[in-house]
């Protein structure tokens, strides 16, 4: 495991296969042999566990998955690094490369055919230039009951903000909806090669087995939290009205829901969107005018 995070290791292996790092697919490869280790220990892996990874690279964090979980299927986009791989993994019984951009993948599927009969889990170094769209389509997938990810740690900031709070926004509420977030630990910058400007966070989000708290029509809920935080220094009442949804109905909807209207969007939590959904949601059933 050592070779696979030792820096002149790295630059050997990939001077034999003649690869270069590509920016634009966001590679950055770790050279530290603790943080493999610890993503793979945050992600409390067993035999009875399959594992979800996108972004391999060299295989550093497979090679610890592995060694733990009962099969591991990694999603690689990057072609030029399949020779690698299949040097690196050489001998990994349970692991499988599939080629592809995991974000034109169907992930329930994939993990319905490939993980049948095991937990479904992520564990992954995601590339931090799609990070919100991967975190989307795993959640989305309702399938996988941990999602272990290195991400930006400003976005891992994002995700676990509360109401009130400037990091705070619409991709906090879609997460914190579908899972309960926790920040692992930190990693900085000189754990990778090439270094990149900002620290990494490890991230766990535990899916929620059941909505964490009643909403009648949650494609409304999405509505409302999307116009809300659609022009953060506007009131919710201008905000909303803004976002597509009628004057009339704004005020009906907030008067129903106990919600004052001059206050802004970024200070509601769950609970407060939820009977603000359900008030618009109501109105539409009365004949309110339609939100667009």
């Known amino acids: 495991m050592g070779k696979l995070t030792d820096y002149n290791e790295i630059r050997a292996l990939l001077a034999r296969h003649s690869f270069h790092f590509s ?12 943080v493999p280790e610890e993503i793979a220990d945050a992600a409390e892996l067993d035999r009875e566990t399959g594992v979800l990874e996108i972004g391999p690279g060299i295989g550093c964090l497979t ?23 299949a040097e690196t993994l050489e001998g990994r019984e349970n692991v499988e490369i599939v080629c592809g951009d995991a974000l034109r993948q169907d992930l329930a599927a994939l993990a319905a055919e490939k993980l049948a009969g ?11 230039s799609v990070t919100s769209p991967l975190l989307t389509a795993m959640l989305e997938a309702r399938c996988f009951e941990t999602m272990t990810v290195m991400i930006q740690k400003e976005v891992a900031q994002r995700i676990c903000a509360g109401p009130g709070s400037a990091a705070y926004g619409a991709f906090s509420v879609f997460v914190q909806w579908h899972a309960v977030p926790r920040i692992c630990f930190d990693v900085p910058p000189g754990c990778f090669i090439p270094q990149p400007k900002v620290t990494s966070s490890v991230l766990q989000l535990q899916r929620r087995k059941a909505p964490p708290v009643p909403v009648q029509d949650e494609g409304m809920l999405f ?19 803004g976002g597509g949804f009628a004057k009339p109905d704004v005020t009906a909807a907030l008067e129903a829901a106990g919600i004052d209207p001059g206050v802004r969007g970024e200070r509601l939590g769950l609970p407060e969107f939820a009977r603000l959904a359900d008030a618009f949601t109501v109105l539409t059933w009365d004949g309110g005018a339609p939100v667009k």
Not at 223 to 241: D, H, P, Y
Request: some cysteine; charged content about 20%.
């Open 23 to 34: 920016k634009a697919l966001g590679q950055n490869f770790l050279c530290a042999a603790w």
């Open 63 to 85: 090679a610890e998955l592995s060694a733990r979980a009962g099969r591991v299927v990694a999603i690689e986009a990057d072609r030029r690094l399949l020779p690698v791989l």
């Open 118 to 128: 095991l937990r479904p889990v992520v564990c992954a170094n995601l590339p931090y």
């Open 223 to 241: 509505r409302v939290v999307r116009a809300a935080f659609g022009q953060r220094r506007k009131t919710l009442s201008n905000a909303l009205c």
